[in-house]
């Protein structure tokens, strides 16, 4: 028997008003890079702020197994409590200080997080999708997309296996 494929599927029509409903802009992410000392001191304070707003939430922590001292702090980005998809920054920590910071966030969210679809139909599409000896493997979860025209989409993400 061949390995099952797995694709993650985004269903982002089947729960947001068409784009030209929202304001566009050019780009909807921008990118956090910060290694300089004053670069690192502005991001930091940006990110510090946006956990205690509840706007950025911790992930993981991961510490350098070629590098003691050195931990990875992963935060993703959520707007009215909904995750934003590729939202996410990275700050690597030695002995409590910043070194570095990198990673992408949302700006210019307007979008309304109530989904015109529930979770339970979601799952439902995905398993059509999936077909006869497909699955899902994992339930869907809502989540704000941006797309390439500027702008975000509220979608549903699931993992689903084809079973080919």
Known sequence: MPPRLAAVVAVSFLVS???HAQNVSPSPLTSVTATEAAGLRAWDAAVESMVREGSLRWRKTQEDPMVPGHRTERYDQYFRGVRVWGADVARVVVSGVPQTMFGMLAQGISIDTNPQLLEEQAAARFSVMAGPSGSVLSSPEL?????????????YRAVVSTGY
């Open 17 to 19: 008003p068409p784009p």
């Open 143 to 155: 989540v704000i997309l941006p797309t390439g025209l500027g702008n975000y989409v509220l979608s």
